[in-house]
């Protein structure tokens, strides 16, 4: 009986122990895919393309932050990302025939939305304002959310002068 109640004991002990390896490796695999820099910015330079409806593959990732994470996924995103000549030449060309980029400097009205943000406003460029908040009925328009309480947008800048894309999220 003794020899049994031994047996009982070191089999649950080994069973906890596969268990708690089980849990180990299952949580390592989930920080691999889902907390490494590259998926999280792979995945904004997705969201970039969809509301900007331009190609931003083939640049240098510069700097990439990601303050989200706070109370129901407050935040800031600010990611750089660098591009040949002719690649950036391109990107232009794209702007100039699209409608809702506006010509640098913005005015100061929107410029404040982005204070905060670990980056120096460059002088030459284009920008894009993009709405992501649930009430939101025109996208690239910014009035509509100074009237809100809480903001959800993304914005794009395009640097002439660095040859850089600068992508923006805001959350609060």
Excluded: C
């Amino acid at each position: 009986m003794k020899d049994m109640k031994k047996l009982k004991i070191t089999l649950l002990v080994f069973l906890g122990a596969i268990l708690i390896f089980a849990n180990i490796i299952l949580i390592v695999m989930f920080m691999q895919k889902y907390l490494d820099t590259d998926f999280f910015t792979n995945d904004y330079l997705s969201k970039a393309e969809r509301i900007s409806n331009l190609d931003l593959d083939g640049g240098n990732i510069v700097k990439s932050i990601d303050t989200h994470g706070g109370f129901f996924g407050e935040g800031d995103t600010l990611v750089e990302i660098q591009y040949s000549s002719d690649k950036f030449n391109d990107i232009v060309k794209e702007i100039s025939v699209q409608e809702h980029w506006g010509k640098l400097p913005m005015n100061e009205e929107l410029e404040k939305y982005l204070l905060g943000l670990d980056f120096e406003l460059p002088e030459k460029g284009y920008y894009l304002f993009y709405d992501r908040h649930n009430d939101a009925k025109f996208h690239y328009d910014y009035k509509a959310m100074m009237r809100r309480h809480s903001i959800n947008f993304s914005f794009l800048i395009v640097d002439e002068d660095a040859e850089e894309v600068i992508y923006m999220e805001k959350d609060t």
